[in-house]
């Protein structure tokens, strides 16, 4: 390989090196300690302030001495330096150090002076990255202050030579008078390949950047390649999409070079646009005729078309500066090295996500619930696939293209035109494919092969459009450009067109069925509930003791559940708590051993407030509880009929990618009572495929007279009000109840007629049973009640639900995720209690001869929890003082604020009663009755937001909740706790002390 192309491969290896280092960094910080900073290996290699302080040095070696002495943790995380220091001296800097080398050179330096600015930089580095294992030792304890000072003046003297280096290349490149031109001045070879270049960036920021939240899904997604059940046939279509890929931006490039193209360009056609346009309204005609129901998008299309071509005409001609055509010339060679350059970077991209990916469970040796042997495969043929293929492909399509496509002008020409039509042919293959039958599309290509042909088809499109730009003048409405912004025309076109669809596509789709629902005394359907509940739940109360207040009373929990948001983490989480926390035997095995109790299972579940991927989650549980449950701890039948394969997500991208981006073109949404079904819908089908039994009527799992189901309670948001949309199988929305005619809406300052007696409870809500159509027989599947709640910005659209006045008005809503409004669900369990408190209250206050009731609030919270010490707070920037403030109240209002006002609901004596004592048996219980489960931050393969959950990340969740679920006598040691002279505060408890007092043997007694 020639010298000239060390730099890119220096580039990849610093970029598989960094992304190694970084997970060993991450596994270091999170071994946490409540109170007390987490370190990474930054501590270590930042700049370290007043070198004989070393504090940060000091802190971190300390800590995780500290935190892994005695325990498995202490082997691996000496590995986890080690490998960092490791990476760092023999591939990071030295590849770090060609590139600053190769920028210095670029800007003018040469020979003595170039070395002189990377040298000081790189030694120190490598010294400070060689001196790292001395500085840890053995993690055995604080490191030797001499040590620790040697490393501290490393660092301070690597990023001293750093600025130096980095000062004198900005110098140069802005002093223009100065030496030669500036790098790429006037140079017309990066921007010959923007579509190339588009389409890599957002490749990379989908496999390699570290993005976070749901869009950091690549790393979960080729972690199942390690699962057990792996077949060959989940990589094929990834493998070809990237490779699909490659051919594409290679044909491409080769189309930048404009061979064949002549000097001269001819004469733009502006007399095209209007007769396309013209073609896009006479279709818009045509289908309405022929009985299609169409939106206006076509027409949208027309008059875009309409205004450009008709502004070209009535400007008349005009000579562009610009009547040569701008051929490389003498960078021909530059402009296609670069074209190969970037026809590899799927291959690096694919190799990158794989380092990601595998990197931690190797590091974590097994403790990942991934076989070893398959995490050390995928991750080396990361490594080969990026530093030895990529490379390696990019030679030989150079050598490909000297022997034989460059030395025929023909071949020149024609070659990259018929590459070009298989690529695009190949793309409408997958594209019919995935019109016609997502589901099918997204199963046999997969997320990664959809996006990446979906990225190769758009890459010959617009790499074939804008060749044809350079050879024709811009019309005169562009005539200050280039050339015709064919691009951004698209885009504008695209938009325009989706924004005037007024069509039915995006409507929440219905099922025939009576709504669900529980009827009660005067029509309060809470009490009814309530009072169906109770029958149910009083099996679980245990016999009369010695000491209660009330005789023969015994205390029954009232539990209510909120599911935060999550995606699938949340849903899995969800599923697998709700089958723990109602699992009878780990009931009863939380009890002391003489302690005796009739366990409540899942009797004892009142109602699920659910957002988002907790909705998900609590539908999954509900469909699955009157099933057997499997051996293994942690693993229940309700955590494994969550659907968080790949197959969904795929089918949501097919759908979107080939049924809804073209919507918004055609705007087609059926013909008749044909409805074609858009990408919601997929991902519900997909849902049904993984789990049946989501496909069944919301009202199989709603409680009716004579049967018990808890309340399932998903909370999303209205689009055009900010109200919770409330779905749930009793009346919720305070101002929904009926006045005559009308229904009021939810920001009405308005109430029902009997206040709390209405048993209506949710405000600023509106339920979405009020908006399922004109039919007044329809209902809705459940799972799509549950994606209600969790339509995610832009991957799920809005979905429009009607209800239909008798005076013939429609009113409509259009519903989004729940998490707009709020995360956790908590508010809406909050106003649900409050709403039964009286009830509860006088339940309580009655002549004994039925069980007392404890309320209790169990948040699921599927976010690991970080308890190190909190960030000082600095005066905050003026400039962007008020947009900080304007955001922080939202903030504000979820998460522990909100579990700070549950503690002030549910905690101290119970409804209706005085001063008391709650005991699980024996053992005196807290004050609170609000517990929040959530798992830990560790050094482990976190659990990703998003749509997609490996078996690794599973593994993670499942091994957290039976760490919760091991704990011992939670009530016992908080009545130690009180024994001091101080009372500890209200806080929420975990996962054994809910377990505890389900056991069946909660009684009040007097203290």
């Known amino acids: 390989m020639r010298l000239r192309a060390l730099p890119w491969l220096a580039l990849i290896v610093a970029g598989v090196a960094g992304i190694a280092m970084r997970e060993a960094s991450g596994l270091l910080g999170r071994l946490q300690q409540a109170g ?27 800590a995780w001495s500290e ?22 001296a023999v591939l990071f800097l030295p590849a770090c150090g060609i590139l600053l080398l190769t920028a210095v050179r670029a800007v003018g330096f040469e020979g003595g002076a170039a070395r002189w600015h990377v040298l000081p930089a790189v030694l120190a580095a490598e010294a400070e990255a060689l001196w790292t294992p001395v500085v840890a030792g053995g993690l055995d304890g604080s490191p030797h202050g001499l040590a620790a000072l040697v490393s501290a003046l490393l660092s301070a003297v690597k990023w001293i030579a750093l600025a130096i280096a980095g000062g004198a290349i900005l110098v140069r490149w802005l002093a223009a008078d100065v030496g030669p031109p500036r790098p790429f001045a006037g140079d017309r070879v990066w921007r010959r390949h923007h579509v190339q270049l588009i389409a890599v960036a957002v490749l990379f920021l989908a496999f390699a950047a570290p993005l976070g939240g749901p869009l950091d899904q690549g790393p979960d997604i080729v972690r199942a390649w390690a699962d057990p059940n792996f077949t060959p046939v989940r990589v094929l279509g990834p493998l070809t999409g990237t490779l699909l890929l490659c051919v594409a931006l290679w044909t491409a490039g080769r189309w930048a070079l404009l061979d064949g193209v002549g000097p001269a360009r001819e004469p733009g056609r502006w007399q095209l646009t209007l007769i396309a346009g013209a073609a896009a309204a006479l279709l818009f005609g045509a289908l309405r005729l022929t009985g299609f129901d169409t939106g206006l998008n076509l027409l949208g299309i027309a008059l875009v078309l309409a205004v450009i071509g008709g502004v070209n005409g009535a400007l008349g001609a005009r000579a562009s500066s610009a009547s040569h055509t701008d051929l490389p010339g003498d960078r021909w060679g530059r402009v296609s090295r670069l074209g190969r350059c970037l026809s590899v970077a799927p291959l690096v991209a694919l190799g990158m996500l794989l380092v990601r990916a595998f990197s931690g469970p190797v590091l974590l040796s097994g403790a990942a619930g991934m076989p070893v042997r398959a995490a050390w495969g995928w991750l080396l043929a990361g490594v080969v696939l990026a530093v030895v293929v ?57 997320v990664i092969g959809l996006l990446t042909v979906a990225l190769a088809t758009l890459v010959v499109a617009f790499g074939f459009v804008r060749r044809r730009a350079e050879q024709r003048l811009p019309t005169r409405l562009f005539s200050r450009a280039r050339r015709t912004p064919v691009l951004a025309l698209s885009l504008v076109t695209v938009l325009v067109a989706g924004q005037v669809d007024a069509g039915r596509y995006h409507d929440v789709p219905m099922v025939a069925g009576a709504s669900a629902g529980i009827a009660g005394d005067d029509g309060n359907a809470l009490e009814g509930a309530f009072e169906e509940w109770l029958r149910n739940a009083g099996a679980c109360a245990p016999g009369a003791g010695a000491g209660e207040i009330e005789a023969g009373r015994p205390v029954v929990p009232l539990v209510l559940v909120a599911a935060p948001s999550g995606g699938s983490r949340a849903a899995y989480w969800t599923a697998a708590a709700l089958d723990d926390l109602t699992d009878p035997e780990l009931q009863r095995r939380a009890l002391a051993p003489e302690t005796a109790g009739a366990a409540c299972g899942d009797r004892a579940i009142f109602a699920i407030s659910g957002v988002s991927g907790g909705s998900l989650g609590a539908a999954v549980w509900a469909t699955s509880r009157d099933g057997a449950r499997t051996e293994s701890p942690g693993r229940t039948e309700a955590a494994a009929g969550v659907p968080v394969s790949e197959e969904p997500l795929a089918a949501l991208l097919a759908a979107g990618f080939y049924r809804d981006l073209p919507h918004m073109l055609h705007g087609i949404d059926g013909r008749g009572t044909r409805h074609i079904a858009d990408r919601a819908r997929i991902l519900e089908t997909g849902w049904e495929r993984a789990n049946p039994a989501l496909a069944a009527d919301l009202a199989t799992v709603a409680p009716a007279t004579g049967t018990w189901r808890p309340l399932l309670l998903f909370n999303g948001t209205a689009v055009e009000t900010g109200c919770r949309v409330v779905v749930a199988p009793i009346p919720a929305a305070v101002t929904a109840e009926r006045r005559g005619d009308a229904l009021a809406s939810c920001r009405a300052a308005a109430g029902p007629a009997r206040g709390n007696g209405s048993g209506r409870f949710a405000v600023g809500a509106l339920d979405a049973q009020d908006y399922l159509g004109c039919t007044g027989d329809a209902s809705l599947r ?79 919270d599927n976010h690991y929890q970080r308890y190190g010490a909190p960030t000082a707070t600095d005066r905050p920037a003026e400039l962007i003082a008020p947009l900080t403030a304007l955001q922080a109240p939202r903030t504000a209002q979820t998460g522990p604020i909100q579990l700070q006002d549950a503690l002030l609901e549910l905690s101290g004596p119970l409804p209706g009663l005085g001063p008391g004592r709650l005991r699980a048996g024996d053992d005196p219980c ?23 959950l490996s078996d690794a990340a599973q593994h993670d969740l499942r091994t957290e909740l039976r760490t919760q ?4 006598a939670p009530c016992a040691a908080v009545a130690g706790r009180a024994a001091g002279s101080l009372v500890p505060a209200l806080e929420p408890g975990g996962m054994a002390t809910v377990l505890q007092m389900l056991g069946g043997a909660l009684r009040l007694t007097a203290s």
């Open 67 to 88: 935190r892994t002495v005695g325990t498995d943790l202490h082997g691996p995380a000496l590995a986890w330096v080690h490998w960092y220091a490791a990476l760092a």
């Open 782 to 860: 459940l799972s799509t009640a549950a994606l209600l709640s969790a339509r995610f910005p832009y991957f799920t659209p809005t979905g429009r639900m009607r209800h239909c006045n008798p005076d013939g008005t429609v009113a409509e809503t259009f519903g989004v995720d729940g998490g707009y409004l709020e995360t956790n669900g908590i508010a809406l369990a909050l106003d649900l209690w409050r709403a039964l408190e009286p009830v509860v209250a006088a339940h309580n206050r009655a002549p004994a001869g039925r069980p007392l009731i404890a309320p209790m609030l169990v948040v699921l």
């Open 390 to 446: 990529a490379p390696a492909s990019a030679w030989g399509a150079g050598v490909l293209e000297r022997r034989w496509v460059d030395r025929s002008a023909r071949r020149k020409r024609w070659v990259p035109h018929q590459v070009g039509a298989a690529v695009l042919g190949a793309g409408v293959v997958v594209a019919v494919t995935g019109a016609v039958d997502p589901l099918a599309a997204g199963r046999g290509v997969r």
């Open 36 to 62: 007390a900073p987490s370190y990474g290996m930054g501590a270590l290699t930042g700049w370290p302030g007043p070198p004989w302080e070393h504090r940060a040095i000091t802190g971190a070696v300390t």
């Open 965 to 968: 679920t091991a704990a011992g």
């Open 926 to 948: 807290g004050d609170s009755r609000v517990f929040r489960l959530a798992p830990d931050a560790h050094p482990g393969v976190e659990a990703p937001l998003g749509w997609v």
